[in-house]
């Protein structure tokens, strides 16, 4: 199983980017689904993300993105994706998908993604 994220970039403060992540492989179910990031010199922290990728549960956003960030999924082709409106310097980060897959052995794993970078300046 590989998860395949990208839409990263350079954006200028109160700008927009989507991200994209897409899982494939020997997947029988994506349990759960989304994002984490981290910036320079802090540790990594979750975004938001699917707790039932199926269903379309979420966790919160994390408060500092709230009302500027949507995440939404594809449940067809396992793909989860983040808008990013409204960005600000403080959304620098690289950012990274993350999935608890279901695989045809029918054992749960943790799978993340490259990480694709967001830079936010002027």
């Known amino acids: 199983v590989q998860l395949q994220a990208s839409g990263g970039g350079l954006v200028q403060p109160g700008g927009s980017l989507r991200l994209s992540c897409s899982a494939s492989?020997?997947?029988?179910?994506?349990?759960?689904m989304g994002w984490y990031r981290q910036a320079p010199g802090k540790q990594r922290e979750l975004v938001a993300a699917f707790t039932s990728f199926t269903s379309g549960d979420t966790t919160n956003y994390t408060d500092s993105v709230k009302g500027r960030f949507t995440m939404s999924r594809d449940v067809a082709k396992n793909m989860v994706y983040l808008q990013m409106d409204s960005l600000k310097p403080e959304d620098t980060a690289v950012y990274y998908c993350?999935?608890?897959?279901?695989?045809?052995?029918?054992?749960?794993?943790?799978?993340w993604g490259q990480g694709t970078l967001v830079t936010v300046s002027s």
């Open positions: 492989g020997s997947i029988f179910r994506v349990n759960t």
């Open positions: 993350n999935a608890n897959i279901l695989g045809f052995g029918r054992r749960y794993f943790d799978y």
